[in-house]
């Protein structure tokens, strides 16, 4: 998978198509991402013992989406990874548009 945590991505399907936000979370079993303040949904809690001191009630958290509606940013666009070997022997990521390093 060419997205990793940290990066800077927009999504390009689905109902929060143009919104950009950070990753949190990857998943690569499930090929899904968790991206800040994108595919919100409302989550009923229940007031339990493990929640000791938490109250019941609605939470607003950002659901997985799968990797391949969303792509990484580079100046506001949307851009395709690739790799490189450097001359050390290092494997980078490159943007596909303009060769630069990810």
């Given at each position: ?5 940290g990066?800077?991505?927009?999504v390009?399907a ?12 990857v ?56 790799y ?19």
């Amino acid at each position: 998978m060419k997205i990793k945590k940290g990066d800077e991505v927009i999504v390009i399907a689905g109902k929060d198509k143009g919104a950009t936000g950070k990753v949190l979370r990857v998943d690569p079993s499930r090929e899904r991402v968790v991206v800040e303040g994108v595919n919100i949904i409302t989550k009923n809690i229940k007031a339990d013992a493990q929640r000791a001191g938490k109250e019941s009630g609605q939470v607003k958290v950002e659901a997985p989406l799968h990797v391949s509606n969303v792509a990484l940013v580079e100046d506001g666009k949307p851009v395709r990874a690739g790799y490189r070997i450097d001359e050390d022997g290092t494997k980078v990521r490159v943007s596909r548009r303009t060769g630069k390093e990810i």
